[in-house]
């Protein structure tokens, strides 16, 4: 059974396994509509994908403490990343900066230009001297 790499309008992007002829599953993480993802052929004629950004080595122990050598094969591979991103938009996932990762964003960070719900909750009452912008007169904390 084939690998697809598979995506949605909401821009997530998953692989599965599946037979040819089965109709594409629905987002794991939304429930959209789903599509195949292109996949970039090798010269050897095999699909494959160079790495994303985030799977490079990101620490000086992951590029063997700064060698060279593998310092200059990471820096082809990131271009050559570019080079697929370029002429296949599909399979640069969202791209889009990441401004929180964690607490309620853990499973799924919040990017750049996506609307940030109101999450107003305390655990206390308002009866206090302190304002959380509710609209005192005045802009005043209520009763304080």
């Given at each position: 059974?084939?690998?697809?790499?598979?995506?949605?309008?909401?821009?997530h992007r998953h692989e599965v396994l599946q037979p040819m002829a089965a109709p594409l599953p629905p987002c794991p993480s939304c429930g959209g509509a789903t599509h195949r993802v292109p996949a970039a052929v090798g010269l050897s004629g095999i699909a494959g994908l160079p790495p994303r950004p985030e799977q490079m080595p990101q620490t000086w122990r992951g590029t063997h403490e700064g060698n060279r050598e593998y310092l200059g094969e990471l820096r082809r591979t990131a271009e050559a990343r570019r080079r697929v991103e370029e002429r296949h938009p599909e399979v640069a996932g969202d791209t889009r900066?990441?401004?929180?990762?964690?607490?309620?964003?853990?499973g799924a960070p919040l990017r750049a230009g996506e609307p940030v719900g109101h999450g107003h909750t305390h655990g206390h009452t308002h009866g206090h001297g302190h304002s959380h912008g509710h609209g005192g007169a005045g802009g005043s904390p209520a009763g304080g």
């Open positions: 059974m084939p690998t697809y790499l598979i995506s949605c309008p909401e821009r900066p990441i401004i929180a990762h964690e607490g309620r964003y853990e």
